[in-house]
């Protein structure tokens, strides 16, 4: 009988009765390849036995900047904090163990078969485990290290290796390896940029997950086609490159998705915008029922349009229809009436890509009442440039400029090219920037918001700008042209426009104060809102 035989019927529930204590326990040995000089480190082996691990050293005047899970921020003393994972502490004995149940786990679960949401699939992974730990007898050890096996060995075989400690944390942004020494760095939400205490040895570990990764999005990534761009099946976004475009050896970026975006709300939290100008944009981007804006919302990598653009789209009415185009679908809006479009990559060969403008020009045939431009960049400002100008009004997008002026010249120079007189059916320019606010540090800032008029080519008014000293933006004309055509276009007169405002402006105060911030109860209060209207 062969060893899987042995296995497998050590592992079926039926035949329980059947079952050989020693049996496992043989096939352990038989399998067992330990590396014992690493087992202080808390070694941590890939299936193809590429190293990865992480680095329990500690610091003599090394103060604990914040804890949480497994997770502890440290001063270390140097330019950036460490985040230290902190692991099960595992003897060389379990580390042995864990590399036997893996190779025997490898043999007779068949991950092709689990989910290809690398999250889910774990977690399936961790329980088929569990259950052949638990009913080896042979093993004898506690729950607990029962547990911590089938996480480790299912986090090896059917997620990302140790990258998961840090995808599986909510307050990460960002996780990056930097070649040639394959430093692992995060972006964390309260404590910007530390330095993990991950240890990777090997290109090979890095490599290895890369493939996973685009496995998992059905892509190909080697030495032909060394660059990666996709979104995965649990919403976040990995970039890799490979040599011989990374010339220091592989590189990973993981823009992580979070399952509760932000809203409005938070941004005001969080001091990105105020009150005011939220409930300017507020108005702006809802029209009133009669005037909806065409809005670009501008900015640098990261500096958070996306979310913007996000928090924004969530003012549409519930009974507008809504197309949304992108290169990786971000948007998370709590819209029903809502068909989201994704470009796709050409394949190997060259052939089957589907462009942002082609999807562009098709939704153009789908009826929309609003479109969502993910990130504006070539050919397709033209198309939606003739979209607002043809009466798609209330269209959005993103575009990377640092300023509302930068914004006009980059859409109208190439490979834009949107032509003057067309430019000026844009209504609106959001800009944000990474800003170091004194004694805070750098944060996200509307720092402009101005609108655009003329006939012939496009002229900026500026209405709020950033105000240093303060830390906030501020009106600095109240003339605006917006409530000027919300005016025209829904017969509502003036200072019931401005009543109106700062209505909204109060109850995005009060929705503050009172925490009403995820999207579920953000959603539900201003439906609830709009049908008062009504
Ligand atoms: N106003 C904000 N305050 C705090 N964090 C933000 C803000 N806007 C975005 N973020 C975070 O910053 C990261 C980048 O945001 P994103 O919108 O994708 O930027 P961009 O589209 O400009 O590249 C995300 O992790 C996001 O959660
Ligand atoms: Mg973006």
């Not at 689990?114 to 080896?136: F, G, H, P, Q």
């Not at 911590?148 to 059917?158: K, N, Q, T, V």
């Not at 105000?467 to 003339?479: C, S």
Request: with cysteine; hydrophobic share 40%; aromatic share 6%.
């Amino acid at each position: 009988m062969s060893e899987l035989d042995d296995i497998q019927k050590l592992l079926s529930p039926k035949k329980e009765s059947e079952r050989k204590e020693t049996t496992v326990k043989n096939a352990l040995d038989t399998v067992k390849t330990a590396n014992e000089s690493f087992s202080d480190l808390g070694i941590i082996e890939s299936s193809e036995g590429l190293l990865g691990l992480i680095s329990e050293k500690r610091v003599s005047n090394e103060k604990v900047i914040e804890s949480y899970g497994n997770v502890e921020i440290v001063d270390v003393g140097k330019d950036l904090y460490q985040y230290r994972v902190r692991i099960p502490n595992l003897t060389t004995a379990d580390h042995e163990i864990i590399q036997s149940i893996q190779k025997i786990a490898t043999k007779i679960i068949d991950i092709r078969k689990e989910s290809v949401n690398a999250k889910i699939r774990r977690v399936a992974l961790t329980e088929k485990i569990y259950d052949m730990v638990t009913k080896t007898r042979s093993l004898n050890v506690s729950e607990t290290k029962m547990k911590a096996y089938a996480d480790i060995i299912s986090r090896e075989m059917g997620g990302y290796g140790l990258f998961d400690y840090l995808l599986d944390d909510d307050q990460l942004e960002e996780v990056m390896v930097v070649p040639p020494k394959l430093d692992v760095y995060v972006f964390h939400r309260k404590h910007g940029m530390l330095l993990t205490n991950i240890i990777i040895e090997s290109d090979g570990y890095v490599h290895n997950v890369i493939e996973r990764i685009a496995r998992d999005v059905s892509r190909r990534v080697d030495t032909n086609t060394p660059l990666l761009d996709a979104r995965l099946p649990s919403g976040d976004r990995v970039n890799a490159t490979l040599k011989p475009a990374s010339v220091d050896g592989p590189s990973l970026t993981i823009r992580k998705f979070r399952e509760d975006p932000y809203t409005i709300v938070d941004l005001v939290k969080f001091k990105t915008l105020n009150p005011e100008a939220a409930a300017f944009l507020w108005l702006a981007v809802e029209g009133m029922q009669g005037y909806p804006s065409n809005v670009l919302v501008s900015g640098g990598t990261s500096s958070g349009k996306t979310t913007f653009l996000n928090c924004i789209s969530m003012f549409i009415r519930p009974t507008d229809r809504v197309l949304s185009i992108e290169d990786t679908a971000e948007l998370k809006l709590p819209l029903e009436h809502w068909i989201r479009l994704e470009t796709k990559p050409p394949s190997v060969e060259g052939t089957g890509e589907v462009s942002m403008d082609v999807l562009l020009k098709n939704s153009l045939r789908m009826r929309p009442d609003r479109i969502i431009v993910g990130e504006v960049r070539h050919d397709e400002a033209f198309t939606l440039f003739t979209a607002m100008n043809t009466g798609h009004q209330g269209s959005m997008g993103t575009i990377h400029a640092n300023s509302s002026e930068e914004t006009l010249v980059r859409l109208m120079s190439p490979p834009m090219n949107v032509p003057e007189q067309m430019a000026t059916a844009l209504n609106l320019i959001v800009v944000l920037n990474r800003i170091n606010v004194p004694k805070i540090g750098l944060k996200r800032r509307v720092t402009e918001i101005a609108e655009v008029s003329g006939v012939k080519k496009p002229e900026l008014h500026l209405l709020y700008s950033w105000d240093a000293e303060r830390d906030e933006i501020v009106m600095i004309d109240k003339n605006s042209l917006t409530k000027k055509l919300i005016h025209r276009y829904s017969g509502v007169s003036l200072p019931q426009i401005d009543a109106e405002m700062d209505l909204r402006m109060q109850l995005l105060t009060e929705a503050a104060k009172t925490n009403i911030s995820s999207l579920g109860a953000f959603s539900t209060f201003l439906r609830k809102y709009y049908e008062k209207q009504r």
